[in-house]
């Protein structure tokens, strides 16, 4: 009596138990990863969801990571000319991507900078930061252009030494994946990030919205500048502010206009864009950040991308949204 008197003592407790709030992260991409999920009874348990993710993340790695020799995109970096390389459809699918940005910014935002971003200091391969000489900028510059790439089928062709670099858009791409594992496994509500870029779906356990704080543009410390409730949608920032050096009296950022084969020279410092996608909303923050305050402005509008653009201007920032971001904060 006593043990059927346990069990069913036991089994009120579970069905008492209500969602709980669970954290987990790590290292990934040069940065960090990590999710808050709502637990509900007998959902996934954090050790479950944090392998199905770093599968994703070492995924991820293997296919687009400069830093390793015996990434596919390393491989296809180290064709010479008039080559090809059968890729994973997921990567085809973000040189799409990529191609299709290119060609809507005329060729500002290009997944073929990886050249420049060694010769100014910014990449693998780099040895250290500095204005390069003119000739060894317009030798570089020969490598460089979405142009010289060509999908053939199920494989990626060049006709010039390109090389590709994803990280524009990869990061994205791997929060989407994360997402779309995390509600296979029936989790429904839960915050992604990657390397900064996140995607929130549901709501907290109390019901309340998950909230995501956008960053004003500093170097010296975290600042929030905005709070907004996030619901389905996700969030890329993308800024001058982290990776840049100086020379000269003059700051040169890790943004690059491909068209010009050096930094960006405007006053944008910070970009926001809000999407369904987080693959989309990375790479349209690139892109705004790389058209600058005026022209990106235009596109976004253009373009309905619900984005805030944050100008450096005298004694501080000025911010401006969008319609479609006002719309999007509102939850129309």
């Given at each position: ?10 089994l ?20 960090s990863?990590?999710?808050?999920y709502?637990?509900e ?5 954090p050790?479950?969801?944090q392998?199905a993710v770093e599968?994703?993340?070492h ?10 020799g015996d990434?596919i995109?390393s491989q296809?970096?180290?064709l010479?000319?008039g ?8 990567m ?8 299709h940005?290119a060609e ?11 050249p420049l ?5 910014f990449g ?7 204005v390069p000489e003119p ?11 979405y142009?010289?790439l ?21 990061a994205g791409h791997?929060?989407?994946l994360i997402?779309?594992r995390?509600?296979a ?9 990657a ?8 709501r ?8 995501i704080?956008l960053e004003?543009?500093?170097?010296d410390r975290?600042i929030?500048r905005q709070?907004i409730p996030v ?13 840049y050096f100086?020379q000269?009296?003059r700051?040169y950022?890790?943004?690059f206009?491909?068209r010009?084969?050096r ?5 944008l410092?910070?970009?926001t864009?809000l999407?369904a996608?987080?693959l989309?909303?990375d790479g ?11 022209q990106g402005?235009d596109?976004?509008v253009a ?8 100008t450096r201007a005298q ?17 129309q």
């Amino acid at each position: 009596m006593r043990t059927a008197l346990l069990f069913i003592l036991l089994l009120l407790t579970a069905c008492n138990q209500g969602p709980t709030l669970e954290r987990l992260g790590g290292p990934t991409m040069g940065s960090s990863y990590s999710v808050q999920y709502v637990r509900e009874p007998g959902g996934p348990e954090p050790a479950q969801v944090q392998r199905a993710v770093e599968t994703i993340l070492h995924d991820i790695d293997h296919h687009y990571s400069t830093y390793r020799g015996d990434s596919i995109v390393s491989q296809f970096n180290r064709l010479p000319a008039g080559q090809c390389l059968a890729l994973p459809p997921d990567m085809l699918a973000l040189v799409s991507l990529g191609q299709h940005l290119a060609e809507q910014s005329d060729g500002a935002f290009d997944l073929t900078v990886e050249p420049l971003l060694d010769l100014w200091g910014f990449g693998p391969q780099a040895r250290h930061q500095q204005v390069p000489e003119p000739q060894a900028l317009a030798q570089v510059r020969q490598r460089v252009g979405y142009r010289h790439l060509r999908i053939k089928g199920r494989a990626l062709c060049k006709d010039a030494p390109v090389q590709l670099d994803f990280n524009s858009i990869v990061a994205g791409h791997a929060v989407d994946l994360i997402a779309a594992r995390l509600q296979a496994m029936g989790v429904s509500s839960f915050v992604a990030e990657a390397t900064g870029e996140l995607k929130a779906v549901g709501r907290k356990p109390d019901g309340s919205p998950w909230r995501i704080a956008l960053e004003l543009p500093r170097e010296d410390r975290q600042i929030a500048r905005q709070i907004i409730p996030v619901n389905s949608l996700s969030v890329s920032t993308s800024g001058d502010y982290r990776h840049y050096f100086e020379q000269n009296g003059r700051r040169y950022s890790h943004t690059f206009d491909a068209r010009l084969g050096r930094p960006v020279e405007h006053d944008l410092a910070a970009v926001t864009v809000l999407d369904a996608s987080a693959l989309l909303a990375d790479g349209y923050s690139t892109l705004l950040l790389i058209l600058g305050p005026q022209q990106g402005w235009d596109f976004a509008v253009a373009h309905d991308l619900a984005a805030v653009l944050v100008t450096r201007a005298q004694g501080g920032f000025v911010s401006r949204a969008t319609p479609a971001f006002e719309r999007a904060v509102k939850g129309q």
